[in-house]
């Protein structure tokens, strides 16, 4: 007879979910209302490149009913009759500046882009997407003094931890750039959230894991992991296109087993916000898993009560 797996910390389930970690905090669920304010980001304007990150194309990740002269207002409002109508028992709502470098411009015009949206009367509080080159300290002191009365989440994108995968997918900045923005905004009570992208070229997967480690070492609050997935219209896709091993890609079930090897290194302090992203088919080459996003959750909970893991059982410290 087998016996049981070993308790899991985190109750019913094997990692530290950031959607029961708010539940509990906030007394239910909050959904984020993806804006458009209409930033642009240094990797592409020439500040910091042109070409912008490999992997890149905006619309991959824009919804589409987003629309900048609609102005910050009116797309709360379509945003919200659709997350009304598709989570009726969801009513607290923060407002998502999600495509481009949204910490990038002037700070009269961040200003005024985050309190447009945090006078709708239904946001309470804002999530922030950006570079960690695009987080100078006066934008971090007034994101601190917009926290002490709202929930706000700055949204790091660190993308890898190695400095070769950043290099090859020009991503325009290093390692040490994410890890100094990381640090600032933490010295500030700045809730923090970072993107990670497994499977970029220039990194083995045992590259991807000592990520599991640093990132463990830094005082982030959360992560979001997301499958590399080639949207059309970028380098990587053409390159792939080319000659398809120069962009090795996972399948579903690999990436699980390194979701869960990562998981299980990674700090149990640090909440985990996603485990996948979905880029809309039309603008989707590859891969193509037969698994639906929703479906990864129970999966990665199912693999790591089987190995009778949780997260945090292998971190560097234990
Ligand atoms: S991924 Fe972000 S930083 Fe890179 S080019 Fe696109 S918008 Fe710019």
Redesign the pocket.
Known sequence: MNSPAPASPFGSRRYNAYNDWVTRKHGGRIQKVSVAAGF?????DGS??T???S????AGFTPGYLDVRAGIHAQIETGLGFLRRRYPAINRFIAYFQ???NTYGEMARLRECYEAALAHPDICGLAI???PDCLPDEVLDYLAELAQTRHIELEI?V?STSDAALEQ????HDFTCSADAITRAAQRGLFITVHLILGLPGETQADMLIGADRLSALPINAIKFHQLQLVRGTPLARAWQRNPESVPLFEEDAYLDLLADFVERLSPAILIQRLGSEVPPHLKLAPTWNLRLSELAPRLDALLQSRGTHQGCRTASS
């Open positions: 642009t980001c240094p990797n592409r910091v490149g070409g912008g990150c992997f890149c194309n905006n495509s481009y470098s997407g950006t570079r994108g993308e997918v020009n991503r325009g």
